[in-house]
Every structure is written in C-alpha cells, then in structure tokens.
C-alpha cells in the first residue's frame, strides 16, 4: 500500500522546527515540507520581496529553507508536485487554494497578539484574517483539529467562536520541556530579563523608552540584561538602551530560553517568549492581565507533544 503523503508548512523557525517534530513522530508517512506561502496578490508581493517582515519572506524564509536544507528534507514549495492526503501548518491566517479541499492540522505556534482595534475591524468587516495579525490565528475554520497549548488557549479561542470540538489540548512542540533549559552554561544568574519586541517593525506603535523604564523599575537595582527581538532594528534598539539603562547588558542574538531559565523575573510585551517564561514558573511582566496570563501556562509533558499531534493526524489519513 502506497504511503500516505503529508504536507508540513513551515514559517518561522520556530514553526517549522515544530513541523519538522510532527513529521518524525509519523515515520509511517511520506513527509514533505514547504516554507509558507499565499495565493495571488499577496504571493506576489512575497515574491516581490514586499513582505520580508512576515513569515512568507525575508528571515523567516531564509532561516526555514536553511533548516530544511541541514535536515535534508523532501521540498514542496507551495505544495504544487502532487496531492496530498494531509496538510499540517502553524498559521492559517492565510489557507491557500491548493489545500482549502485536503483535511488540514492546525497547531498553534505559540502566543498571539491580543485582541485589539485592529482585530475588531477585520473580525467585523469580514477583511482578510493577516490584517489582524496572529489574533486571528483559529478563524479560518479551514481545519478539522487545532492544537493548542493549554486549557487556558482552549477557553481563549472557544471565546472567539472556534467550536469546542475543533479544538485539542496537546501542549505544543518547544514549549511543552522547558525544565531542560535549567542546566545551561549562561554566564549570569539572578537578573531581570527585558524581552523586547519587533512591533514598531510590524508598523505597530511601542513606547519603546517606557518599556526599557519598566524593566529598570521592577529590576530595583538587580543587574539588568536584554535579549533583543531576532526581527528588530538591532542597531537602533541597543542606541535607545544605551540612553536609558546605560549598566545594562544587552543581547543581539543567541537562544533566550537559557536567560529566562537564569532569571529572576522578566518583562516583555505578549510575544511567546511569554510562555516559556510562564511555563518555567517564572514571575512575569507583560501588557497582559496576570491572572489571565497564568492561565496560558503552556502544558508542560515531557516533549511528547508532536507524538500526540501526530496521533491526531493518523485519525485524518
């Protein structure tokens, strides 16, 4: 019998690192991988080199066929070399054409941007779901199963309409083990830990020096250390801390989960970093309310979080 053939939809490399884990756990099938992609217009302006902020060019894509290409992977840009009889992906603010027909796997990539004026217009008027960002991440309902990392996710997305029978609790990839990142060889211990953002690069508005104020009023003369956002203006993001916390130390690039493990509180904005923060139990500061945010705490099983997605694609093959 013919294998079944799956098509895994990467983005950033945080989504297809998670792909790429879903994909070992069906060693069964014939998996194939492609970065994101769109249909028309917006494919077009990705092409064009238009839409390098976002996850269809850019870093985002850069960095995803660099991995594809160290794990040797099967390649199917844009799914187009043969039909498959299942598609999994992280984000499904865009479905494109070619698999609106196939059973499709949504997992959820990590934290998504709260519901906001912008938000409230798209859902409203009906415009394209990649107007209102990843708070619209769920409202395709293209999928049979959307996977998500907590009971707390479970009751945030049933609240915006999504069926509760669409809906999975199986902890996600890369932040369902984050007590491995306890034994680590990062040099500091016991600092507060400053989590920027790439908003203004999104063209969404941050106070910037208000944020880097807070970080020093919660640290009360702990050491401060910041790990910058991989997609912000590095440049002129160390310029503005330079001015504002002139002792601080400041991180460019290197893996964050190390200094949130190390840390003795951090602050950031409401970007994923946000939930390995939350599920190392570590007191956290962001523009959501706490209790709320305690309630995002992604479940934390061990790393076995692809095996049970993967369980849940084999109902659909």
């Not at 491995?180 to 063209?203: I, Q």
């Not at 009360?220 to 002129?236: C, D, M, S």
Request: hydrophobic residues 40%; contains cysteine.
């Amino acid at each position: 019998m013919a294998r079944k053939k799956i098509l895994l939809i990467g983005g950033s490399l945080n989504q297809t690192q998670m792909m790429y884990q879903i994909a070992e756990a069906l060693p069964e099938c014939d998996s194939w991988f492609s970065p994101y992609y769109g249909d028309g217009l917006v494919q077009r302006a990705a092409e064009a080199g238009l839409l390098d902020f976002t996850i269809l060019g850019g870093k985002h894509k850069a960095a995803t066929s660099a991995f594809f290409a160290d794990r040797q992977v099967q390649i199917d840009y844009k799914g187009c070399l043969q039909a498959y009889d299942l598609v999994v992906t992280c984000s499904d603010l865009i479905v494109p054409q070619n698999i609106r027909a196939r059973n499709i796997i949504l997992v959820q990539e990590g934290m998504t941007t709260p519901e906001n004026l912008g938000y409230h217009i798209v859902h409203r008027l009906g415009l394209p779901r990649y107007l209102g960002n990843t708070s619209m991440t769920g409202l395709s309902h293209a999928y049979k199963k959307f996977c998500v990392a907590s009971e707390g996710f479970r009751e945030m997305f049933e609240r915006k309409g999504i069926p509760p029978e669409k809906i999975e609790v199986t902890g996600i990839p890369n932040f369902d083990n984050l007590e491995v990142f306890s034994k680590n060889d990062f040099p500091h211990l016991n600092f507060v830990l400053g989590a920027t953002s790439s908003l203004r690069e999104s063209w969404q508005y941050e106070d910037r020096k208000g944020f880097i104020q807070r970080v020093l009023e919660i640290a009360a003369g702990r050491q401060v250390i910041f790990k910058l956002h991989p997609n912000e203006n590095h440049r002129r993001a160390i310029a503005e801390i330079n001015r504002v916390a002139p002792g601080a130390l400041v991180f460019s690039s290197g893996n964050i989960n190390p200094m949130i493990a190390n840390c003795s509180a951090m602050v950031t904005k409401y970007s994923s970093v946000l939930l390995v923060a939350l599920g190392m139990g570590k007191p956290v500061f962001s523009d959501l309310d706490p209790g709320f945010a305690e309630k995002l705490r992604p479940v934390q099983n061990g790393g076995t979080s692809a095996r049970r997605i993967a369980d849940i694609c084999r109902e659909y093959l």
